[in-house]
């Protein structure tokens, strides 16, 4: 299995980048590393999908350097209503869904 | 709203008793996951379908089952329950096998009491 890592939490104010990483060991050739925001009681919801170098979208980047054993997940000028929980998916070798424990990222006034 | 549904929304059983959970896909996905959400365990992937077949299996029990319809609706099982089976149960649901986004349903809160 894919194991990953993030942060427990992260704090940051209105308007400021915020960079949350994810460490994957044991991540194979072909496995996707995605990554989910949730807030509470609601199911978690798409944010990005990357597979190496930089994928960008409306809301985010995602940066995946070329050995693949982290990812970076790069949320621009967050506001308050960016306070969730992030989590970064790996999928693993034998196909498990592997959610990282989820970093509970709090934006302050 | 995701496109996903799940029935119940709540749920409030006994120790011992079985309970189903239900879910309907998004129209035109092919994949469907179960997951289990407590609060000391984070997000546990139980196990996903694709077309009716079984697909992966993650940290699902012996005691929990699964089961995906022609139709594409899917179903958990989950019996002898416990006081720690208590958590959200989401089923989402892909296009693809598992290369494409998932999306989530609202979730189904379970109680045992």
């Known amino acids: 299995l894919a194991k990953t890592t993030q942060p427990i939490s992260m704090d940051s104010y209105e308007g400021q980048e915020v960079n949350i990483t994810c460490s994957h060991n044991n991540i194979a050739t072909n496995d996707y590393i995605t990554w989910y925001q949730q807030f509470p009681s609601q199911g978690p919801r798409f944010i990005i999908q990357?597979?190496?170098t930089k994928v960008t979208n409306e809301v985010a980047s995602l940066f995946i350097p070329a050995d693949r054993k982290s990812s970076t997940l790069s949320l621009p000028r967050v506001s308050l209503s960016d306070t969730a929980v992030y989590y970064c998916?790996?999928?693993?070798?034998?196909?498990?869904?592997?959610f990282g424990s989820g970093t509970q990222l709090t934006v302050l006034p | 709203d995701s496109g996903v549904t799940q029935t119940p929304k709540h749920l409030i059983t006994a120790t011992g008793q079985r309970v189903t959970l239900r879910c309907s896909p998004r129209s035109g996905d092919l994949s469907v996951y179960w997951y289990q959400q407590s609060l000391d365990q984070g997000l546990q992937f139980l196990i996903q379908?694709?077309?009716?077949?079984?697909?992966a299996k993650g940290n699902i029990l012996e005691r929990f089952s699964a089961q995906q319809f022609p139709d594409l609706h899917s179903e958990l099982n989950l019996s002898s329950l416990e006081l720690g089976d208590s958590a959200l149960y989401f089923c989402?649901?892909?296009?693809?096998?598992?290369?494409?986004?998932?999306?989530f349903g609202p979730g189904t809160r379970l109680t045992v009491l």
């Open positions: 989402a649901s892909s296009g693809l096998e598992g290369r494409n986004e998932q999306f």
């Open positions: 990357g597979y190496k």
């Open positions: 379908y694709y077309n009716g077949e079984e697909r």
């Open positions: 998916l790996a999928e693993g070798n034998a196909r498990q869904l592997t």
